[in-house]
């Protein structure tokens, strides 16, 4: 069965910019959650949705947003680019109870300059 | 706040040695996994551990689960190139409320093992 898929694998924005980055979960997952992951920081999780709703969110400012569609596909943005949000986006998904197995994505490469 | 200390942060080794990764913590874990990244590219599930005690094993890797709940290790058996990688162990704490979908990340173990 499909992966996670998430697109585009590289983006170069420019500071001020705002980007979108999509999601496609492995089918019948229904729970999809956010990471940044950056050389000095590690992996952080950023949020997770569920049905539609978000569940839980990291400790990331309002700039990062996201949400999810009734396909369970999500997206997440951010708003006002800074230098320090170039970083390795992934996307994980799982069926959804606490604790189950999670799948991620090749990641989003974001650049910004 | 959940904190995941995973040790050693480096390792490079020959072909054909054995080495173990640690990955330790304060509180219990409702569920632990491993994971293998590669440069650029997304982790990969390679192992999740849920009961205390427990012992896995995928061919040359060799995964425990410490009793209390609170610490794994990951034992892998004469290395090869490639095993070289970045390895993460990663925790779910809780069952519910700020747990969903939440994995709390170690720093990662890059090994490198050379021919």
């Known amino acids: 069965k499909a992966g996670v898929t998430q697109t585009p694998r590289y983006l170069i924005k420019t500071r001020g910019q705002q980007v979108t980055l999509s999601c496609s979960p492995i089918?019948?997952?229904?729970?999809v959650s956010w990471y940044q992951q950056t050389p000095g920081q590690g992996l952080q999780f950023l949020f997770e949705y569920f049905s539609e709703t978000q569940r839980n969110k990291g400790n990331f400012p309002g700039r990062f947003s996201g949400r999810q569609f009734s396909n369970s596909r999500s997206e997440m943005n951010v708003s006002t680019l800074e230098l320090g949000d170039s970083a390795l986006y992934l996307c994980?998904?799982?069926?959804?109870?606490?604790?189950?197995?999670?799948?991620f994505g090749q990641g989003t490469r974001l650049t910004v300059v | 706040t959940q904190l995941l200390e995973q040790s050693p942060q480096f390792l490079s080794i020959q072909e054909g040695e054995n080495l173990t990764v640690y990955c330790n913590s304060s509180?219990?874990?409702?569920?632990l996994q491993w994971y293998r990244q590669e440069p650029g590219e997304g982790p990969v599930l390679l192992v999740t551990?849920?009961?205390?005690?427990e012992v896995k094993k995928l061919k040359r890797l060799t995964f425990q689960f410490g009793d209390a709940r609170k610490d794994s290790s990951l034992h892998i058996t004469a290395a090869q190139t490639g095993d070289t990688g970045l390895y993460l162990c990663?925790?779910?704490f809780g069952a519910g409320g700020t747990s969903y979908g939440k994995l709390t990340f170690g720093q990662g173990t890059i090994l490198t093992v050379h021919p």
């Open positions: 994980a998904s799982s069926l959804g109870p606490p604790g189950t197995e999670a799948f």
């Open positions: 551990v849920v009961t205390g005690g």
């Open positions: 509180s219990v874990f409702s569920s």
């Open positions: 089918s019948g997952h229904r729970s």
């Open positions: 990663a925790g779910h």
